[in-house]
């Protein structure tokens, strides 16, 4: 089954979210870049909010490959009570990406969801590494959301490649990068755990602007539509 994962950076926008049936509400900050932070008094006024009706992500900001410095925020954030913890991976594979990888495993005991990015992608290994730490999963994203949607990144003989190693290794998987409407049927035939939308929930499908209820429950109800057709068809 593939859930709806909805970014939004307010606490009346993470209400709206919850009102219309998304699946997580992921606490980020566009204007602070692919996966900006949006302050802990947010996260926290959120978590109160929606009180364990649905679950909770949070991204730690965008930032370098430095162990102890992501580390630190991962605990951070993690004390606020956010169900899930996006640290994204901003640097080709090398050593340091496995350092920080076991350095931010021993900092919670919540879910922390790896995000990787298709127009940097450091290759498969990072999936080996991000089950090897015992992590939660692994998402695919865009940083350059001027460059189109992860479709236009990557194939998707390409992204059901990245599922399917992931899966072998029971990660939570999720897919997102500037995703629209169009994109619902193709990726959920791959089957991730969630997809991921922004711009395409905002007004003008700008991902700087406001969440717009309307289009949020367009792309809600197409992803449950989809997964009805799949149930018929099994």
Same mark, same amino acid.
Request: glycine share 8%; proline share 3%.
């Given at each position: 089954?593939?859930?709806?994962?909805?970014?939004?950076?307010?606490?009346?926008?993470?209400?709206? *979210?919850?009102?219309?049936?998304? $699946?997580? /509400?992921?606490?980020?900050?566009? +204007?602070? %870049?692919?996966? @900006?932070?949006?302050?802990?008094?947010?996260?926290?006024?959120?978590?109160?909010?929606?009180?364990?009706?649905?679950?909770?992500?949070?991204?730690?900001?965008?930032?370098?490959?430095?162990?102890?410095?992501?580390?630190?925020?991962?605990?951070?954030?993690?004390?606020?009570?956010?169900?899930?913890?996006?640290?994204?991976?901003?640097?080709?594979?090398?050593?340091?990406?496995?350092?920080?990888?076991?350095?931010?495993?021993?900092?919670?005991?919540?879910?922390?969801?790896?995000?990787?990015? *298709?127009?940097?992608?450091?290759? $498969?290994? /990072?999936?080996?590494?991000?089950? +090897?730490? %015992?992590?939660? @999963?692994?998402?695919?994203?865009?940083?350059?959301?001027t460059a189109?949607?992860?479709?236009?990144?990557?194939?998707?003989?390409?992204?059901?490649?990245?599922?399917?190693?992931?899966?072998?290794?029971?990660?939570?998987?999720?897919?997102?990068?500037?995703?629209?409407?169009?994109?619902?049927?193709?990726?959920?035939?791959?089957?991730?755990?969630?997809?991921?939308?922004r711009g395409?929930?905002?007004?003008?499908?700008e991902r700087?602007?406001?969440?717009?209820?309307?289009?949020?429950?367009?792309?809600?109800?197409?992803?449950?539509?989809?997964?009805?057709?799949?149930?018929?068809?099994?």
């Amino acid at each position: 089954m593939t859930g709806l994962l909805a970014s939004v950076r307010s606490v009346d926008e993470a209400m709206i *979210a919850m009102e219309n049936g998304v $699946d997580i /509400i992921d606490l980020k900050e566009p +204007d602070h %870049g692919a996966l @900006g932070a949006v302050p802990f008094k947010v996260m926290r006024e959120v978590v109160s909010k929606i009180n364990g009706e649905k679950l909770v992500s949070a991204t730690v900001g965008d930032l370098p490959c430095e162990p102890l410095r992501v580390a630190d925020m991962v605990r951070r954030v993690a004390e606020t009570g956010v169900d899930l913890i996006k640290v994204g991976l901003f640097e080709p594979f090398h050593e340091n990406v496995e350092d920080l990888l076991w350095a931010i495993s021993r900092q919670s005991t919540k879910g922390i969801i790896i995000v990787v990015f *298709a127009d940097q992608y450091p290759g $498969d290994q /990072i999936i080996d590494a991000v089950a +090897d730490a %015992g992590l939660a @999963g692994i998402m695919l994203d865009t940083a350059d959301k001027t460059a189109g949607s992860l479709r236009d990144v990557m194939t998707d003989q390409q992204i059901n490649q990245f599922i399917s190693r992931a899966k072998e290794h029971n990660l939570i998987t999720g897919l997102a990068g500037s995703l629209k409407k169009a994109d619902i049927i193709p990726l959920m035939q791959q089957q991730p755990d969630y997809l991921g939308f922004r711009g395409a929930i905002c007004h003008g499908l700008e991902r700087k602007t406001d969440l717009d209820e309307t289009l949020l429950n367009e792309i809600g109800t197409t992803i449950r539509k989809v997964e009805e057709g799949y149930g018929a068809v099994a």
